[in-house]
């Protein structure tokens, strides 16, 4: 994935957010429905998923230091962690919680503003609207992911990318569309039977795939953070590299680590011939570092120890 198309994604997703947030807070402001505070709250928490994400790209371009050797790549993978505790405590939970009061309220009798109120057609032209807004800023998540997806479904794209910018706008997006079709479902519910239970249980539902999608991307850019290796078809095309030269007998082990989404550290021992001194030990090294780096550009660190091999 392209750092700028990253960038095209979470920029869209956050002007999005931030318009959609307005209206909904407004609408909330004059109906107090309950899926309204939920979605507000989750538009909120969402711009500020998308500013992290900016914030994460923009320190991970700092250049390595004597305390941190191999960069600040990794930092986008934090922030894309933290972001998934925001959605899981800030959208998530309190929605469940405000869908649960809801619930609670209207069993106990409690009036519901909602249906007293002259603005009951504010909820729907906002949600309406935001419905229009969040599309937007989806489809172009998906068109810029597509470039990085390849042939890859969209859940093996979620899964694998390295990248944790678009699988979490587009992770964010699809929930946020979701969501708005529940909270509408919920007013239109309420104002059609007159019984405001249905606004309490969307909002609950609302939680609930937030919690959902929250733990998704908790678990993804936890095995980011924790170190993965290239994908298949760059540990092909090192391998390949490797043993193109004549100089290489064969590979002993390789391992591969990727210490940011652009950055790859290639650790390899390498079988050379029993009859090569060290200045053809040297040269088979530096030949097969410099084919290493033309098959695969984001190889930066690159380590090969010469072997004899023992079968």
């Known amino acids: 994935m392209s750092v700028e198309g990253g960038t095209k994604a979470i920029v869209a997703a956050l002007l999005a957010n931030l318009g959609i947030a307005v209206t909904k807070l407004v609408a909330w402001l004059l109906t107090h429905s309950s899926s309204m505070l939920a979605e507000s709250i989750h538009s909120l928490a969402d711009s500020g998923n998308q500013a992290l994400l900016l914030l ?86 998906i068109r810029e992911s597509r470039v ?95 043993l193109a030269g004549e100089d290489v007998d064969r590979i002993i082990h390789m391992k591969t680590l990727h210490l940011g989404p652009d950055e790859l550290l290639v650790a390899a021992k390498i079988a050379v011939p029993a009859e090569d001194n060290a200045r053809e030990v040297a040269d088979a090294i530096d030949g097969a570092e410099s084919r290493i780096r033309a098959a695969v550009p984001i190889a930066r660190a690159i380590y090969l120890e010469p072997d004899i091999y023992r079968p």
């Open 148 to 242: 990085a997806k390849g042939k890859a479904t969209w859940s093996q794209f979620v899964r694998r990318a390295k990248a944790p910018e678009l699988p979490v706008v587009l992770l964010e997006d699809f929930a946020a569309l979701i969501g708005l079709v529940l909270a509408l479902c919920g007013v239109g519910l309420t104002l059609l039977t007159g019984n405001a239970i249905f606004d309490g249980v969307f909002t609950l539902l609302i939680g609930v795939l937030l919690v959902a999608v929250a733990i998704v991307l908790a678990l993804e850019t936890k095995s980011l953070l924790l170190g993965e290796s290239a994908t298949e078809e760059h540990v092909t095309a090192i391998e390949s590299a490797i």
């Open 56 to 141: 994460g790209g923009k320190r991970a371009k700092r250049e390595a230091t004597a305390a941190h050797p191999f960069g600040y790549g990794r930092e986008r993978y934090i922030y894309a962690f933290i972001v998934s505790i925001v959605l899981f405590t800030v959208g998530g939970l309190f929605a469940v919680y405000e869908g649960y009061h809801k619930i609670e309220e209207t069993i106990h009798g409690v009036p519901n503003t909602l249906l007293e109120s002259g603005w009951w057609w504010v909820p729907i032209v906002v949600l309406v609207a935001a419905i229009v807004m969040e599309s937007v800023s989806f489809r172009t998540a």
